[in-house]
């Protein structure tokens, strides 16, 4: 095996199978959190996002959760096409200053599937692609998260949202950041 071929000094090997397996059942451990431990708080947010008409309605007429022109990527125009989507999470991300966590996917997934479950879309996607939504989801909330700490506004985003009338909210949730 590839673990035996580094030998010590006195020509015995310095790495076992048993060593071996306990440092990575270690190293697998290391870093992760307990049960939403440090993280954002998902909890309802599928309720949250039922209560708003554009996302009931889209998910009721058949369409998937995010907008139906939403880009492959994460870009400016994807967060104003999921505004709805987007806002209860930063809101909630902006509830802990000192470390604005990020949503745990597990846990995001979960809501994922709450909501489609609330909205009678029967049958559920499979979990593959509950789990990419929910990451592309986290993904548009960090990119939100980002341009506002690094404070790089665009006006093209600002004439959008006054025209749309939801510049209240991102107004009061950006200065927290």
């Keep these: 095996m590839w673990f035996r071929l580094f030998t010590c000094s006195v020509g015995q090997s310095c790495f076992s199978s ?4 306990q440092t990575w ?16 708080n998902v909890r309802n947010l599928a ?3 039922d209560e708003d008409e554009t996302i ?3 998910l009721r007429d058949g369409l998937d959760l995010l907008h139906p022109d939403s880009g492959p990527g994460e870009d400016i125009r994807t967060v104003l096409l999921n505004i709805e989507l987007v806002t209860p999470m930063i809101v909630r ?3 802990k200053p000192d470390k604005r966590p990020h949503p745990p996917i597990e846990l995001l997934t ?9 909205n009678k879309r029967v049958p559920l996607p499979v979990y593959s692609e509950l789990r990419t939504l929910a990451w592309r989801l986290r993904w548009l909330a960090c ?3 980002s341009k506002a700490r690094r404070k ?3 006006t093209d985003t600002l004439r959008q949202l006054v025209a749309s009338n939801r510049l209240a909210c991102f107004r009061t949730t950006a200065s927290q950041f």
């Design 47 to 49: 309720k949250e996002w």
């Design 18 to 21: 048993t060593w071996f397996l």
């Design 56 to 58: 009931r309605t889209r």
């Design 25 to 40: 059942s270690f190293c697998q451990t290391m870093g992760k959190k307990d049960s939403g431990e440090g993280l954002m």
């Design 152 to 154: 790089e506004p665009s």
């Design 110 to 118: 979960e809501e994922v599937s709450t909501t489609y479950s609330l």
């Design 143 to 145: 990119f939100v998260k």
């Design 93 to 95: 991300m902006a509830e």
